[in-house]
């Protein structure tokens, strides 16, 4: 199951078994705080398909805080795996061999040849193995293969800090102390077993149902096994940001730490996120109650009044447009706050600098784009999807991406990268013949040839 390497053997001499970058860019990628990071760099190889015909499919490598490729392009999907203050430690990258979990320093940890493997923290994997015919799941030891959890049949497991998972199987759920070996039998069932660091629980469902799948009234069951809060909710999310978001007899609010109700009540919440390195990040959350819309910060503090306009926010842009009844639209950007009028004819941000209008029936179709800071308007051929792209770029089917300026670039593709500590994300870019970084400021970092 487990693969013994040397946790010592380095990747960095694999970096000189592919090309060498097309133009050198004395640069490097810097976290936000200073600490080691492997970001993800996508490429396009040929491979065959399963009739064996060639096909285009995308492989992942990894490119260092000094903008050095460590490890080469072979694997088609990964994950970070958090320490145990939730910060991405370690990447798992998987192909069809299995899975690598690669340190931050470029060092090899552990190879799985198992179908399927998921991190609890960056010591341990939960791994997933045909066996006679059945799916068995079990917890080894990163660094040495060592069984944690022997492998079974009709059993779930999921990481709930980075050396505490949640065992779930037909007779009951216990959680598991990977550390110590300890168990701690509980009388839920977890629907969302990450606990981010200062949360008190998570939450659970008193009952499953024939399906398998947790039912009825939730509540929150904190690490000693037992209720925290009993099963009293018609919804609860896990804890995000410092709060947990619960429904109950048609009204929504909010739990801080401490299980107190904060935040006001309302009829429906909406939580406004970005994609983190790992899961997403809350800028804010938009609110509903008695026919009018607001808006509130990370904190819960008040960052548009609830009124009768519509409020419309775009993933991954942070920024959100409020239509009034007149029709007149303001930009609002999350989560600072502040307001931007738009243009007349202008009802959809897609960046804090690039506004849009809705030419279909549904709103999504867009047929220009105009830029906040040079007043440039940009008209597309046909009615469009676009998309936001970060802080610096809108990418619409059919056309290059934009940039803040209003004027058409020069890269295909574009996507952001998050940054590690949660500050501005770097941006992955292609043009015709190269790929690579751009900094938060758009300037290139890393490239290479396509």
């Known amino acids: 199951m487990l693969r013994r390497f040397l946790p010592a053997v380095t990747l960095v001499v ?22 080691p990071m492997l970001w993800p760099a996508p490429g396009a190889v040929v491979a065959a398909d399963e009739s064996g015909r060639p096909d285009s499919v995308t492989r992942y490598g990894f490119v260092d805080t000094a903008g050095e490729l460590v490890v080469p392009a072979a694997y088609t999907s990964y994950s970070y795996c958090a320490d145990a ?35 609890a923290g960056t010591g341990y994997l939960i791994v997933t193995q045909p066996s006679e015919g059945r799916w068995e799941v079990g917890v080894v030891e990163a660094a040495t293969g060592d069984p944690k959890l022997a492998p079974a049949a009709d059993r779930k497991v999921t990481a709930v800090t980075a050396s505490v998972v949640n065992v779930s199987q037909p007779a009951g759920e216990y959680f598991l102390d990977l550390t110590t070996g300890a168990t701690t039998s509980h009388p839920g069932w977890v629907t969302v077993a990450g606990l981010e660091s200062g949360a008190p629980g998570v939450p ?5 149902g024939s399906s398998g799948k947790p039912v009825g009234k939730l509540g929150y069951l904190g690490r000693t096994g037992k209720w925290l809060i009993a099963p009293s909710f018609d919804a609860a999310s896990a804890f995000r940001g410092g709060y947990a978001v619960v429904e109950q007899n048609g009204r929504a609010t909010f739990l801080d730490a401490g299980f107190r109700r904060v935040g006001g009540e309302w009829e429906r919440i909406r939580p406004i996120t970005i994609r983190a390195a790992i899961g997403e990040r809350v800028l804010g959350y938009w609110v509903e109650a008695d026919g009018r819309r607001g808006l509130l910060g990370p904190d819960l503090e008040t960052v548009v009044q609830p009124g009768p306009g519509q409020i419309d926010c775009e993933p991954e842009a942070g920024v959100c447009v409020v239509v009034a009844p007149d029709g007149a639209a303001d930009l609002v950007q999350l989560p600072q706050g502040g307001a931007a009028t738009l243009p007349p004819g202008f009802t959809r941000a897609l960046t804090a600098r690039l506004v849009a209008d809705r030419s279909s029936g549904d709103g999504s179709g867009v047929t220009r784009i105009r830029s906040l800071d040079s007043g440039r308007t940009v008209t597309l051929p046909a009615p469009a999807t676009c998309r936001g792209v970060g802080r610096l770029f809108v990418t619409c ?38 790929q690579g970084f751009l900094d938060p400021d758009g300037r290139w970092r890393y490239r290479e040839a396509r």
């Open 14 to 35: 694999a970096a000189a078994l592919v090309a060498t970058p097309a133009e050198a860019v004395p640069s490097d990628l810097p976290a936000a705080d200073g600490k």
């Open 397 to 434: 089917s059919g056309s290059p991406a934009i940039d803040g300026n209003g004027e058409q670039t020069e890269f295909i593709s574009a996507t952001t990268v998050p940054d590690p500590a949660g500050g501005l994300a770097y941006y992955w870019v292609t043009t015709a013949n190269e």
């Open 85 to 119: 203050d939730g910060r991405p430690a370690a990447v798992l990258a998987s192909n069809a061999d299995g899975s690598d979990l690669i340190a931050f320093t470029g060092q090899l940890i552990a190879q799985v040849d198992a179908p399927s493997a998921a991190c």
């Open 204 to 208: 659970a469902a008193s009952r499953r």
